[in-house]
């Protein structure tokens, strides 16, 4: 009856647990149980479709075959340490550092899937993406409406922060996101640039600081070196 009751609960179905808590047939109660688990499991199904949806993901990925040999793990965070999202409890960031074609963004999509599997809301942008909407959400004086739906997300995803620069407003409007979600939600980034050549990004050294500080209080910073995996992939393809 554990079985039941808890699912009825997870279903909200105060009056059906009721019901079947003062029958005796074995029967029915199997067939409940069966009915009512085929249900909380569809409705999981359904919730996680539409929160991979909004998501954005530009592809699905997981972590089956991911391979991190390659990759530099914070003490005591690796990657099963990682896939609990812990981290995402606490607020915290994950800043996945390091060269082209490693697993970077491979690695943040995945946490993501894991995080909407959990029933998280999660926003993945690409950098450049998300700046360009900022800028045409101010220009409609529809930004503080965009930002607040931002605030709801429990992880918003930052990839390929590093291949294309901003101008001084759209560094201002990104700077902004980054510090509405300090310490409130957590944030992924992914770049191929270290912290010190962010300033050629976003162009002001200050506004550069105190963004990185805001990031990196609270972060889980990872290292990705080694061959680009989509250039290994390409090698294996040419016949020997
Ligand atoms: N650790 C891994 N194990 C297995 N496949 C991987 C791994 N890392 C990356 N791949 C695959 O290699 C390709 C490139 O990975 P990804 O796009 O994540 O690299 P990246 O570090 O984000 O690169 P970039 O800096 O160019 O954006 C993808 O198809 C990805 O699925
Ligand atoms: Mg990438």
Redesign the pocket.
Known sequence: MADLTDLCRQLRLAHIAEYIGSQQDEGLRSLAEQLLAAELDGRRRAKLGKLVQQAGFPHL?TFE????E??SFPQGSGLDALRTLGWMERKENLL?M????????????ALGVEACRRGKAVQFYRASDLVAVLQEKFMAGTLSKFREKLRKMDLLIL??VG?VPFNQTGSELLFNVIADCYEQQSVIV?S?LEFGQWTSIFGDTKLTSALVDRLVHHAHILS?TGE???FK?AMERIPG
Do not use: C, P, W
Not at 98 to 109: D, N, Q
């Open positions: 990925k075959g991911y391979v991190t390659h990759i996945l390091g060269a082209v074609g490693t697993g970077k963004t491979h690695m943040a999509i990839d390929e291949y992914t191929n990705f680009s995996f989509r992939q």
